[in-house]
């Protein structure tokens, strides 16, 4: 299993921006795909947005589509999620992952597939 620290969270106001990184480290990373997620309290852990090995492809979840950006630097080893107009219903602890299998076409995201996890950064979002 890889290495995952993220970065990045805050506090800020309703309409903000925020830009999260991920580093990983530990194991081979531009091969693999990568992937966000969040955890609001009192609610189970949901996908956010996931990009494939090389950067070429990118899914999200309905929610955020048009205000977050996921994106990474093979040579940095590092992950990043750009969060545009913030909205309350965002505050949540974000984690990345990274995917278990290498190459992978990321067309249904399953949680399960991804098996390294870093420890998560906290948004909270002020209305």
């Known amino acids: 299993q890889a290495q995952l620290v993220e970065s990045g969270g805050g506090l800020v106001q309703a309409g903000g921006s925020l830009q999260l990184s991920c580093a990983v480290s530990g194991r081979t990373f531009g091969d693999r795909a990568m992937g966000w997620f969040r955890q609001a309290p009192r609610k189970e852990r949901e996908f956010v947005a996931a990009i494939n090995w090389s950067g070429s492809r990118t899914r999200y979840a309905d929610s955020v589509k048009g205000r977050f950006t996921i994106s990474r630097d093979n040579a940095r080893k590092t992950v990043y999620l750009q969060i545009n107009s913030l909205k309350p219903e965002d505050t949540a602890v974000y984690y990345c992952?990274?995917?278990?299998?290498?190459?992978?076409?990321?067309?249904?995201?399953?949680?399960?597939?991804?098996?390294?996890w870093g420890q998560g950064t906290q948004v909270t979002v002020s209305s």
């Open positions: 992952a990274a995917d278990s299998a290498l190459y992978r076409t990321i067309v249904d995201i399953v949680q399960a597939d991804f098996d390294s």
